[in-house]
């Protein structure tokens, strides 16, 4: 009896570890989408705005040509 009890547990444990990876695959798809949209608007604006929307200033320092 104990081997039946054994063979059912691992059994619950295989399907659980399906559904798991499962679950994980689905999230790492979404994941992998949600930053290709995020890159691609990250470019657009970029392009929108000659690319001066990210870029940090100096720090303060101009030179100016005489």
Known sequence: ????????????RTIGSVLMAIVNGIASILQAI?????????ILIS????????????GGTTTSRV
């Open 34 to 42: 949600v930053s290709g949209i995020a890159s691609f608007f990250n």
């Open 1 to 12: 009896m104990g081997a039946v009890v054994s063979c059912i547990q691992s059994l619950c």
């Open 47 to 58: 392009c929108l705005t000659c690319g001066k929307a990210g870029r940090r200033r100096g």
